[in-house]
């Protein structure tokens, strides 16, 4: 008895190779895809999100620094009083009474520059704090005609894809007078 093979015999030279099926080749596509958008946003992450970050931080670093300054002059300060500006379009400026004289802070859109006069070109300030996309918001705190504290709240302020952020927001208080004792009394008035 003969029995017949249905199944083709091998050709000798090729090869048998399955091939891919059409559905599989449409999950490798999809995967390739979620992978590559993956690795765009993670290369605009660290393209720009980073360095914004670091210039962020830097920012901080510095408005910290003029921060510190700051509370050293009003803790050891006499008095501080805000500077009425005659032109509406200038920068707030502070005047912090300290023993020795006066210092002046003026804080400017993209710097606060310290110094024993204001806006004199000729008198060179103190000390100059470059700041860009840095925000103060500040006030003197006075009871009876007398100031016992001053309130600043900073922030670092941007656009982004036509949307304002705020980041790094921070509020402080100093006392005037704190270093000599003379604030712990102003303020329990």
């Given at each position: 008895?003969?029995?017949?093979n249905?199944?083709?015999?091998?050709?000798?030279?090729?090869?048998?190779?399955?091939?891919?099926?059409?559905?599989?080749?449409?999950?490798?596509?999809?995967?390739?895809?979620?992978?590559?958008?993956?690795?765009?946003?993670m290369?605009?992450?660290?393209?720009?999100?980073?360095?914004?970050?670091?210039?962020?931080?830097?920012?901080?670093?510095?408005?910290?620094?003029?921060?510190?300054?700051?509370?050293k002059?009003?803790?050891?300060?006499?008095d501080?009083?805000r500077?009425?500006?005659d032109?509406?379009?200038a920068?707030p400026?502070?005047?912090?009474?300290l023993?020795?004289?006066?210092v002046?802070?003026?804080?400017?859109?993209?710097?606060?520059?310290?110094?024993p006069?204001?806006?004199?070109p000729?008198?060179?300030?103190?000390?100059?704090?470059?700041?860009?996309?840095?925000?103060?918001e500040?006030?003197?705190?006075?009871?009876?005609n007398?100031?016992?504290a001053?309130?600043?709240?900073?922030?670092?302020?941007?656009v982004?894809?036509?949307?304002?952020?705020?980041?790094?927001?921070?509020?402080?208080?100093?006392?005037?007078?704190?270093?000599?004792?003379a604030?712990?009394e102003?303020?329990?008035?």
């Open positions: 008895m003969h029995s017949r249905t199944t083709h015999p091998k050709r000798p030279g090729r090869a048998v190779r399955p091939a891919m099926s059409l559905m599989e080749m449409l999950v490798l596509i999809a995967l390739f895809v979620v992978i590559t958008d993956f690795a765009i946003r290369i605009r992450t660290f393209a720009g999100d980073v360095p914004r970050s670091y210039r962020d931080f830097q920012t901080n670093v510095t408005v910290q620094d003029m921060l510190r300054q700051l509370r002059d009003v803790e050891a300060g006499r501080i009083r500077m009425p500006n032109d509406e379009t920068s400026v502070l005047a912090v009474t023993p020795d004289g006066v002046f802070y003026e804080f400017r859109p993209d710097k606060v520059l310290r110094g006069t204001v806006g004199d000729n008198e060179m300030p103190l000390h100059t704090w470059p700041v860009p996309q840095a925000v103060f500040w006030q003197v705190l006075a009871r009876d007398q100031a016992y001053m309130e600043i709240t900073t922030a670092i302020e941007r982004i894809l036509a949307r304002l952020e705020r980041k790094l927001r921070n509020s402080h208080v100093f006392f005037v007078g704190l270093a000599n004792g604030g712990i102003n303020a329990s008035e």
